[in-house]
């Protein structure tokens, strides 16, 4: 799951300020799984059905693990979190991650993603060994997907941070999409917005259950939840 969050979402990344009362609940396709994003200002909540024992939540600028162990929630801060992940996948790498954004130039064509009406834009990019990609993204202006755009901007941001990775590629993105008040709704057969509601999450959706946990280096990476 690290590779598509640090890879997909930060073709996504940007840094426009979420307006504080900016609330929605979406389902993505990222890469061949789905997730739900939860979200109200700038806390959000991101659910992996049948990839995760746990899900993210991000608040006060925070991202942080929650899992269930033993029946009682175990919370991991962001660095923790990027640490055990990164032992998990490291043999996996991510050959394509974007090094330097190209262009992203409109291509004519129209189309309505999970709704709303996009722009079908080519997307061109550098991978961190210099070869160039190519893709096919939808870019929309409506305030919504700028909202959830901006919440999947700043969850890539803060896996980079905490995993002390550069950021100058966000920093293409996010000036690109600046240019463009847009948001991102689909972006080849990586990603893509099923279904974007402004109604709030649930009450309690987004609460910390419990405080970070210690050094949590020796919890075993395949414990199962309880």
Do not use: N
């Not at 660095?79 to 996948?89: D, E, I, V, Y």
């Not at 008040?181 to 109604?199: I, M, N, P």
């Amino acid at each position: 799951m690290k590779r598509w969050f640090a890879c997909v979402l930060l073709v996504l990344g940007w840094a426009v300020q979420v307006d504080a009362l900016a609330a929605g609940v979406a389902t993505v396709k990222i890469g061949g799984q789905t997730v739900t994003v939860s979200f109200v200002g700038q806390d959000a909540r991101v659910d992996m059905p049948g990839t995760s024992p746990g899900y993210l939540l991000m608040r006060g600028g925070r991202l942080y693990m929650v899992m269930q162990v033993a029946g009682q929630p175990l919370v991991m801060d962001g660095a923790m979190l990027t640490r055990m992940m990164s032992r998990r996948a490291k043999a996996q790498g991510s050959p394509d991650m974007i090094g330097s954004l190209i262009r992203l130039e409109p291509v004519g064509p129209k189309e309505t993603v999970a709704g709303f009406p996009g722009q079908v834009y080519e997307a061109a990019y550098r991978d961190e060994q210099g070869r160039e990609h190519t893709g096919r993204a939808v870019l929309g202006t409506q305030p919504e997907v700028q909202d959830l755009t901006e919440i999947l901007g700043q969850l890539a941001l803060l896996f980079q941070a905490a995993a002390g990775q550069p950021q100058a590629a966000v920093q293409q993105v996010v000036d690109a999409l600046h240019e463009r008040d847009a948001g991102l709704l689909a972006y080849g057969d990586q990603f893509r917005v099923e279904l974007l509601k402004t109604t709030p999450p649930a009450p309690g959706t987004l609460d910390m259950p419990a405080p970070p946990s210690p050094d949590l280096s020796q919890i075993p990476l395949g414990l199962p939840p309880q």
